[in-house]
């Protein structure tokens, strides 16, 4: 069946009776009323994190970097590890919304506009990383390739490490053009329906002059196809430039040719983890449950167990590579006591339980299908992938070749305020986004509805009227 009308034996992906006009105040509520008591005590202990790691990251620029847990052969600990994380996470979200639109997936469009947010977030926390790990930032733009007072001064074009600051700047540029493109139209439903002047002037600059046009829903179709097709490409580009970082080292247990299949895996894995956790989230704090219902996460959770499959598979690959080498350096990375049972022996079976062994309940329809257990899952996943980016990093650095360079990584509590810093930071993002911008894009979430055909029928039955 084409149009509005949905299969009769389908489920439906808008719960309740709903009305056009019924989205479009559902949609715009959030932004227009006042927030409920969810979204203060997640807005409040978001900005508590925040302000901590803020602190954190001032102590640390003040006082240099000699506050973090590093030495002279572990400089890549904590910090690269919730780069590669952040980056990782940011990486579903343009994913979700390009390969979805591509594949005219109706279910995207519940969850594609806090996906393409999420991503920008978070590769605004992976970018502070770097920065602060300069330990003197005002200098951070020495590391750009523009012509300088130094003379010849020039970034190291070879080096993996700048063509992530390439890689990840286009692939932040896309996403925001990409998020912002789909935002126009509801902008203008929100001017319209804007009663403040001043709240009308600042959607009117930013829906761009959205008339609703045939004309502007033609350009806008063809912009967003455009958009989604260049961003595919790109997402698998920049996670693997980001394995590059470790891949074209000669440390043990770096160079490794599965890496960039096995890191793109990890990031959609990690991302599709962090949509569910957001979407739990955002479903009590805008009232949303009529949107974002059991078929979104069900949905959901089917790639998490297929992308958490790859992930298994890669881990057995570096395991049986590192055995089937010989190489004494290799095997003791990965299979002596170097990894299950020496000092970061915790780290190796966080990664396993949360990564490999918890995703495995996602199998049970009944599981599969509750808010609450997708809810902790996506947590434990969170958590794994993050183990995974800090076994990959301390294990290997903390035993190089030669014994006098052997260190044991221990992170302070700056190196954790930051991190935690962070990740308060990225809510307060969210929520903040949450009540300034509509969280589901309006027209689109419409093209889905069977019930207000279905209601005109109803109801056109019950008056006998033609």
Partial sequence: MSGHYESSYREPLILGDKSYHDITEDIARPIEGKANKHWYVAFYISLAAMLWG????????????????????IGWAWDITNFVWWVGIGHAGTLISAVLLLFRQKWRMAINRSAEAMTIFAVFQAGLFPIIHMGRPWNGYWVLPIPNQFGSLWVNFNSPL???VFAISTYLSV??????????PDFATIRDRAVK???????????????????????FEEVSLVLAGLATP?????????????ATSVNPGWHSTIFPPY?????????????QTLLGIMRKVTNMEAYITRLHIEYMNIVIILTGGIVAVAYATEFFIAWYTGSPYENYTYLSFGAE??????AFWSLMIFNIIIPQILWIKKFRR?????????????????????DIIAIVLSKGQLPSTWWRFEPTFVDVGIFIGTIGFFFVLFLLYARTFPVIPTAEIKTILKSSGENYKKLRDENNEH
């Fill in 370 to 390: 509750s808010f609450v257990v997708s809810f902790l899952v996506s947590i434990a996943i969170n958590i794994g992938m993050w183990f995974e980016r800090f």
């Fill in 341 to 346: 049972a020496g000092a970061y022996g915790w």
């Fill in 175 to 184: 996403s925001l053009v990409f998020w912002w493109t789909g935002l126009l």
């Fill in 197 to 219: 002047p001043f709240q009308k002037k600042i959607y009117a600059l930013l829906s761009f002059g959205w008339s609703g046009r045939a004309k502007d829903w033609q350009r």
């Fill in 162 to 164: 700048l063509w992530d």
């Fill in 54 to 73: 803020f602190g954190c990251i001032f102590y640390t620029v003040g006082t240099g970097i000699g506050v973090w847990g590093l030495s002279k052969n």
């Fill in 234 to 246: 790109l997402v698998l580009s920049v996670h693997t430039i980001v394995s590059f970082d470790f």
């Fill in 263 to 275: 890191f793109v895996a990890g990031a959609i894995f990690s991302g599709f983890a962090m949509v």
